[in-house]
Structures are given as structure tokens and as C-alpha cells.
């Protein structure tokens, strides 16, 4: 063949596949969601209740929350005899906290049921003007069964309060229960990133951030068992070690997880008790 098509050839050969680099990378770019493996993405729904006067107190206090909407009305007393401790009472409505089983009275989660349907399980909203551990995502994580974390996110704080409520309480199926958070109206999306490692491991996952989503908050939790120690990092970030269960979210910053694409890591200690460790990644964005 002649060089100079040869030439040719060479330079529309690089073209194309420079072209090609710029669509995949154009269209990582333009991309609505966040990528993970082993995660799952919910999308929030914001309660039509809120266009009413009773959203007022929820709108103050809460943060994340899990709720339903029933068409039958609610006996507002037998809920009332449910809650560990009732906050405050009207003719249309009871909020108070939830406790069952073992749980610790940190992790006793809020409650809202109105005479019309509405029940509301959720964590108070974050003080950002002096963030604490208290309402951070990564609060609802429950890893008292670890054998049974899978995909749709059941093993969380907000979940067993609703069921506890409605299901067991009032006789209330919770199967189109949704997400919401009261912190951040514009939120859309929640994603629920999981890894372990088993003892002695470090096991990763990557996560793609697209630079067209705003990130409304960045949360974390982990947890190991007895006889050792777990370590979660980002890229070379440390955000969190120690034993036992942890979770924040401050330590998150936007630098160490900003658009791109991040390592997360998850690494148990060797115990000659054996050691797991488990981590789950939080975010809430739009």
C-alpha cells in the first residue's frame, strides 16, 4: 500500500479511537447516578403531607425518614401505647420514640402517625453547625445480622422501626414504604454501597462519582466483631478505625470524595478469634 495512505489510514485510526475515549468519557460525565459495585440506588419521595400545616414539627426535627401512607385511618391511642416515650400529642397526630428488642436508647429512632394514615419513622437532622454522630445516614445501618445484609437495604434502624409500628402495631404492610429526607427537599437519590472482608482481608470496591450531581451528604458505617480491629479508607484516606460499630459522615470531605473515580476499602484486623469487618458507604445527592 502506498505510505501515504498508509499514513492516512494511521491518522484516521487514531481519530476514532480518540473519539471514542471522548464519548465514553462524555458520557461517564453526563451520567444521573452514581456507579458502585455491591450497592443499590433508591430513589426518595417527598410526602404530600408536606403542603399541610401538620408537616411543620417533621420539617423543624427530622432527617432521614422512612415512611408509608395508608388509605384506612389510624387509632392514634393504640399507637400512642406503643412508643417508648410520646414527645407530642393532638387530635390528628402522636410523634414519640421507638424502642424493641435489644436496641441501644441511642438508636431509638422517632415516630410520627396521623389519624389519616401518614407514619413516619426517622432520625433527627444533623446540627451542622456542630455536626455530632446523631442523625448522620449512617445512623440506620443495623449489623445485628450481618448473615442477612442483601440488597433492597432491610437490616437498617428505620426499617425495623416501621415495622415495628406499622406492621406489628397497627397491622400495616410496609412493602411501598419510601425514603425521604427533611434536611434536603432537592435530594432524589440514596445509595447504599456494602463490602466485608473476612479476617486478616482487605476487600475493595470502586465508586464513580459524575460531576453533574450534587452531593447533599456523604456518609459512612462500619463494624467488626469480637478480637479485632476493622480500618475503612478511601483512596489512602483513613476515615475511620477501631472495633465494634462506628458511623459519621464529617469525616467524608468533598476532597477525598469528589467527582472521579474513588477505591473504598474495607480491612479486618487478624485475629486468631477470627474477624470480620463491614463497611457501608451512605450518599444522598441530586
Request: with cysteine.
Amino acid at each position: 500500500m502506498n505510505t501515504k495512505w498508509m499514513k492516512i489510514g494511521s491518522i484516521l485510526v487514531a481519530l476514532i479511537l480518540i473519539g471514542s475515549a471522548l464519548y465514553i468519557y462524555s458520557s461517564y460525565n453526563s451520567k444521573s447516578s452514581v456507579y458502585a459495585e455491591t450497592s443499590q440506588e433508591m430513589s426518595l419521595t417527598r410526602p404530600t403531607f408536606l403542603a399541610e400545616a401538620t408537616a411543620t414539627y417533621l420539617g423543624q426535627e427530622a432527617g432521614i425518614a422512612y415512611y408509608i401512607n395508608t388509605t384506612d385511618p389510624l387509632n392514634l391511642n393504640t399507637a400512642k401505647n406503643a412508643m417508648w416515650n410520646v414527645e407530642n400529642i393532638t387530635s390528628d397526630y402522636v410523634i414519640g420514640s421507638l424502642k424493641w428488642g435489644s436496641i441501644s436508647s441511642d438508636d431509638y429512632p422517632h415516630c410520627f402517625v396521623h389519624k389519616d394514615g401518614w407514619i413516619v419513622v426517622y432520625y433527627l437532622k444533623i446540627n451542622l453547625a456542630n455536626p455530632s454522630t446523631t442523625g448522620w445516614l449512617g445512623k440506620i445501618i443495623d449489623w445485628s445480622d450481618r448473615s442477612q445484609i442483601s440488597f433492597p437495604i432491610t437490616n437498617n434502624l428505620l426499617y425495623d422501626g416501621l415495622y415495628y409500628i406499622a406492621t406489628q402495631t397497627l397491622g400495616i404492610s410496609i412493602t411501598n414504604a419510601k425514603y425521604y429526607h427533611f434536611q434536603y427537599p432537592t435530594a432524589t437519590k440514596l445509595l447504599f454501597a456494602i463490602k466485608h472482608a473476612g479476617n486478616g482481608q482487605t476487600a475493595t470496591f470502586n465508586i464513580q462519582l459524575p460531576d453533574t450531581l450534587t452531593m447533599d451528604e456523604r456518609s459512612w458505617s462500619c463494624y467488626n466483631g469480637p478480637g479485632g480491629t476493622y480500618t475503612f479508607k478511601i483512596d489512602t484516606n483513613t476515615i475511620s478505625s477501631g472495633s465494634g460499630r462506628h458511623y459519621g459522615g464529617s469525616e467524608i470531605t468533598e476532597v477525598i470524595l469528589g467527582p472521579g473515580t474513588h477505591t473504598i476499602s474495607i480491612s479486618a484486623s487478624d485475629s486468631i478469634y477470627g474477624n470480620d469487618a463491614y463497611v457501608c458507604l451512605i450518599l444522598l445527592y441530586h
